[in-house]
């Protein structure tokens, strides 16, 4: 899993509306002061260690759902009824 980076900067001036918040290197938002920048990374942040969690939930779920219907088949193979 590659680490996301969620960084602000101040690029195109150096007017107090020139902040921007980059994840990745990447602007994703621009436009702002510097304390509603901080604020946005801090919520991209939280959101992306969300988003990482419920994949890794969903992963596991769907190995385990993957490994439950391969065991149904091994066991009809074998001429034994799964435990469903």
Wanted: hydrophobic share 35%; proline share 1%.
């Amino acid at each position: 899993m590659a680490k996301i980076r969620v960084t602000t900067r101040q690029i195109g001036g150096n007017d107090g509306y020139q902040w921007c918040v980059l994840v990745d290197g990447r602007v994703k938002w621009n436009g702002m002061t510097r304390r509603e920048a901080r604020f946005r990374a801090e919520r991209e942040t939280q959101a992306i260690n969300i988003a990482e969690a419920q994949a890794r939930i969903l992963t596991i779920f769907n190995r385990d759902r993957i490994a439950d219907h391969i065991d149904g088949y091994d066991r009809d193979d074998l001429g034994e009824s799964p435990d469903y």
